[in-house]
């Protein structure tokens, strides 16, 4: 199985900055792609940014400029840079990540527990 740990979350002032990362391990071939949603109560999770394998990135319109998603690959970690917070931010952020796993290289989809981010003054 893949696990994602999350860290780096918690509570900034609008106009801070924060950073989330998310490592991966266990048993797998490759990671295809990393990303992060988020979610607050009541509202479906939504995407803020991925990376893919080959370095290409996407983001959420909301997020464009203020965001900046990256990836070691050497470490399995996907890192979420957050510059000019806002408190619309605030949400519970999620680390997904799309793994192919052994034997077969079949691809499996795997979710991190979340982490708290509030902007807030």
């Known amino acids: 199985q893949v696990q994602l740990v999350e860290a780096g979350g918690g509570l900034v002032q609008p106009g801070g900055s924060l950073r989330l990362s998310c490592a991966a391990s266990?048993?797998?071939?490759?990671?295809?792609?990393m990303g992060w949603y988020r979610q607050v109560p009541g509202k479906e999770r939504q995407l803020v940014a991925r990376i893919f394998s080959g370095g290409s990135t996407i983001y959420a319109d909301s997020v464009k400029g203020r965001f900046t998603i990256s990836r070691d690959y050497a470490k399995n970690t996907v890192y979420l840079q957050m510059n000019s917070l806002k408190p619309e931010d605030t949400a519970v952020y999620y680390c997904?990540?799309?793994?192919?796993?052994?034997?077969?290289?079949?691809?499996?989809?795997?979710w991190g527990q979340g982490t708290p981010v509030t902007v807030s003054s």
């Open positions: 997904n990540a799309l793994a192919e796993v052994p034997p077969s290289g079949a691809r499996l989809g795997v």
């Open positions: 266990g048993s797998f071939i490759s990671i295809n792609v």
